[in-house]
T-cell receptor, first 115, second 114 residues
C-alpha cells in the first residue's frame, strides 16, 4: 500500500533561517507528488506539485521541492523563512495514471517561525 | 464565491445525535472526497465518489455514511455521533481528466461531539 512519511512533526525556526522538510513515500511505480500548506484556521492549499521532467519544482511564496527518485523523497525547501510561513505542511502522493483513486497524505509537519 | 463550500463551518452536537455535513462545488469536478483531520494524524480518507453512481469507502468509514445527490453535492452523515468523531472535516474535489493536478479543498467543518 502507498504511504507517505513526514519525519518532522514540529519544526521551530527563526526568521531568515533556511528550511527543509523531509518527505518519503512508498510506491513502486511512477507518482505525482504534492506539497500542501494549511495556514492557521484555513483549508489546505496547493503549494507545489511534481508530475514529470525537471525534478526541482518551484512553487508559490519562494518554496521549492526536489524529487529524488532513488531515495523516494520529495523534500520541501525555502532559503529564508518568514513569520508568515507559520503553518502546517503536508506531503502527498498519488499514482500518475488518470484513473488513480485518491491522494495519500502524510501526517503533516507543523512549522513555527519565531519573529 | 468559494469553489468548494462546506456547511456548517462549526457544529457542536450531542452524543447519539445524527448530523449531516454538506459539501457543494462549482468546479465541475466529477470526483469528491471526505477527509477528517486530527492533530498528528494528518488527513484520513472517509469516503470518496468518482461520479454520482459511484461511492467508495476510505480507510476510516465506520460510523459514517455518504450521499452523492448530484455531481456537485456530496454529503457526509454521522448516524449516531460519538465523541471520538470530534475533528475537522474537509471535503475535496478533483477532475478525473486531470488526476495529477491535485485536489481543491473546502474550508472545513469543525465538529465537536459532547
Amino acid at each position: 500500500a502507498q504511504s507517505v512519511s513526514q519525519h518532522n512533526h514540529h519544526v521551530i525556526l527563526s526568521e531568515a533561517a533556511s528550511l527543509e522538510l523531509g518527505c518519503n513515500y512508498s510506491y513502486g511505480g511512477t507518482v505525482n507528488l504534492f506539497w500542501y500548506v494549511q495556514y492557521p484556521g484555513q483549508h489546505l492549499q496547493l503549494l507545489l506539485k511534481y508530475f514529470s521532467g525537471d525534478p526541482l519544482v518551484k512553487g508559490i511564496k519562494g518554496f521549492e521541492a526536489e524529487f529524488i527518485k532513488s531515495k523516494f523523497s520529495f523534500n520541501l525547501r525555502k532559503p529564508s523563512v518568514q513569520w508568515s510561513d507559520t503553518a502546517e505542511y503536508f506531503c502527498a502522493v498519488t499514482p500518475w495514471y488518470s484513473s488513480a483513486s485518491k491522494i495519500i497524505f502524510g501526517s503533516g509537519t507543523r512549522l513555527s517561525i519565531r519573529p | 464565491d468559494a469553489d468548494v463550500t462546506q456547511t456548517p463551518r462549526n457544529r457542536i452536537t450531542k452524543t447519539g445525535k445524527r448530523i449531516m455535513l454538506e459539501c457543494s462545488q462549482t468546479k465541475g469536478h466529477d470526483r469528491m472526497y471526505w477527509y477528517r483531520q486530527d492533530p498528528g494524524l494528518g488527513l484520513r480518507l472517509i469516503y470518496y465518489s468518482f461520479d454520482v453512481k459511484d461511492i467508495n469507502k476510505g480507510e476510516i468509514s465506520d460510523g459514517y455514511s455518504v450521499s452523492r445527490q448530484a455531481q456537485a453535492k456530496f454529503s457526509l452523515s454521522l448516524e449516531s455521533a460519538i465523541p471520538n468523531q470530534t475533528a475537522l472535516y474537509f471535503c475535496a474535489t478533483s477532475d478525473s481528466r486531470r488526476a495529477g493536478h491535485g485536489y481543491t479543498f473546502g474550508s472545513g467543518t469543525r465538529l465537536t461531539v459532547v
